[in-house]
Structures are given as C-alpha cells and as structure tokens.
C-alpha cells in the first residue's frame, strides 16, 4: 500500500505538467496569433492538441486554430501570387478561406488568383491552338472557364475551337467515307 502511494507520488509532477501543457501551449498560440505570427500559434496549437485531445471540443480553441491556419494559407498564397504562380496561388487562397470564411481579405484575393489563373490558361490555350494542337487548347480553356466563368475571351475562344474540332472531324468522315 505503502509503495502504491509513493508512486502515485512521484507521478503527480507528470500529471501536473502534463495537464498545464496544454493550456500554457494554448495560450501561447493565442499571444503567437494576437503579434501575427499564424505559423507559431499553429505550432503551439497542434502541439497542445496533442496533448489534450478536449480541445478538439472546444469551440474557441478550434477557431482559434482554423484562424491561424487560414492565416498561414493566405501568407502562402500572396507569395505563390507575387511569383506569378496562379494556380498554387488559388489553392492557398482556397484553404485560407475553407479554414476561416471570414477572412474578407482572403476571399478577395482568391477571387483575383482566379482571374490571373484564368488569363494563364487562356494564354496557354491560344498557344496550342497557333501549334494546331487544339485538344490541348481546349483543356486549356475549360480550366480558364472553371476558374473564372466570366471569362468571356475564353469562351468564345473555346466555341470557335469546337466548332473548329467538330468541322475537322466532320471532314475526316466524309474522306473517310
């Protein structure tokens, strides 16, 4: 009985420790978060939901976190738009807003990512239609519509390729036949 206690004992400094990580861990994600440093608080909260599983209950802390992480995701996404990587650029911009959907400034930089993607493919796209590759062309240009359906340009540009394909196809047949 004696040596149970005693070692009950000599946890409680673990216990102790173990359950104060978590919090301190937290809190300090939350000051990392308050300084701008997103990429720290993610940090600090992972590691604090590592240690206490709670927190994946907790409505605040969870917040907290998508906040952080959509922070992280939008600082990525201005340095992938800023190397004229559009499409990587969409993609952070997307996550940053999946992972927090107030993030205005992030919304407004998805939606610019994604005409600047746009005006890409659609460039990529005439490209392979002067090399007269127009199924690549046309791949090309429902990846500009996908990301900005109000790509004008880039419609017209694929119904004139359409046509064009489906006029080739039709000649084909009739020497075919």
């Given amino acids: 009985m004696r040596r149970a206690i005693l070692g009950l004992l000599c946890l409680w400094p673990v216990w102790v420790v173990a ?3 978590g919090p301190s861990l937290k809190s300090q994600g939350d000051a990392y978060l308050l300084t701008n440093r997103p990429g720290d608080a993610v940090s600090c909260y992972e590691q604090a939901l590592a240690r206490d599983l709670e927190l994946a209950v907790d409505a605040s802390f969870v917040s907290q976190l ?17 190397a004229g990587r559009w499409d990587d650029a969409v993609d952070r911009f997307r996550h940053s807003v999946e992972q927090d959907p107030s993030l205005e400034r992030a919304k407004a930089a998805l939606k610019r990512a994604r005409r600047e993607a746009s005006k890409v493919h659609h460039k990529k796209a005439l490209e392979y239609a002067d090399r007269g590759q127009l199924n690549q062309a046309i791949v090309e240009l429902k990846k500009a519509l996908e990301l900005d359906p109000g790509n004008l340009d880039a419609k017209d540009a694929l119904d004139s390729l359409q046509k064009k394909k489906q006029d080739s196809l039709s000649r084909a047949q009739k020497l075919y036949e």
């Fill in 19 to 21: 359950g104060c990580a």
């Fill in 66 to 82: 998508r906040r952080a992480r959509g922070l992280v995701a939008y600082a990525l996404g201005r340095q992938q738009a800023a």
